[in-house]
């Protein structure tokens, strides 16, 4: 049974940080690409930022240079820095495992981020 697990966000100052944390389970870890979602009430789910089996990168251009994706294959880990938070940046914040040659795909049960004075 494949499970993800996500864990740290929270209510935040705006310009303030956060570490999201996604565990999963029940996948070969190293293998699937991961990523980070959001979203916002109102709003589609957005892809925020990606890393691949083979560790490149990508991430929606609101976030470039502010946020952070990496893995810890070891863990089965995936995390999210978050730095200089905003206000629009306040969504549910869901982990994504994706092994494209199968179309395999799992969702987490999501993170609530808010940034607010």
């Known amino acids: 049974q494949v499970q993800l697990v996500e864990s740290g966000g929270g209510l935040v100052q705006p310009g303030g940080s956060l570490r999201l944390s996604c565990v999963a389970s029940g996948v070969l870890f190293s293998n699937y690409d991961m990523a980070w979602f959001r979203q916002a009430p109102g709003k589609e789910r957005e892809l925020v930022a990606l890393?691949?089996?083979?560790?490149?990168?990508n991430y929606v251009d609101s976030v470039k240079g502010r946020f952070t994706i990496s893995r810890d294959n070891a863990k089965n880990t995936v995390y999210l820095q978050m730095n200089s938070l905003k206000p629009e940046d306040t969504a549910v914040y869901y982990c994504?495992?994706?092994?494209?040659?199968?179309?395999?795909?799992?969702w987490g049960q999501g993170t609530q981020v808010t940034v607010s004075s």
């Open positions: 994504n495992a994706k092994r494209v040659i199968f179309n395999w795909n799992y």
């Open positions: 890393i691949s089996s083979g560790r490149t990168t």
